[in-house]
């Protein structure tokens, strides 16, 4: 199977900027679109921004111009820096994958655990 571990959640003063890192390790064949969500309390989760296994990206209107996704393939790993932050912007955030296992035939999403961002305003 395939497993997701999120990292650098946190703590942050609005303005401030984060870095989120997704890992993904097990039997993978292969990954194609990576992406992370994020959900707050009361709301329903919803998508931050993905990336598919060519590059090409897609934001959600409200964080456009202030995130940014980007994957290391060789890695596994998924990316979102995130800047300009504010208290809207406080959520659980979620990666998730689109991955192939090995045995498997056809792909399948995983999800993280997720990672607590708190925003201080």
């Known amino acids: 199977q395939v497993q997701l571990v999120e990292s650098g959640g946190g703590l942050v003063q609005a303005g401030g900027s984060l870095r989120l890192s997704c890992a993904a390790s097990g039997s993978i064949f292969s990954i194609n679109y990576m992406g992370w969500y994020r959900q707050a309390p009361g709301k329903q989760r919803e998508l931050v921004a993905g990336?598919?296994?060519?590059?090409?990206?897609n934001y959600a209107d409200s964080v456009k111009g202030r995130f940014t996704i980007s994957r290391d393939n060789a890695r596994n790993t998924v990316y979102l820096q995130m800047n300009s932050l504010n208290a809207e912007d406080t959520a659980v955030y979620y990666c998730?994958?689109?991955?192939?296992?090995?045995?498997?035939?056809?792909?399948?999403?995983?999800w993280g655990q997720g990672t607590q961002v708190t925003v201080s305003s």
């Open positions: 998730q994958m689109t991955a192939r296992a090995v045995g498997r035939v056809a792909p399948g999403p995983y």
């Open positions: 990336i598919t296994s060519s590059g090409d990206t």
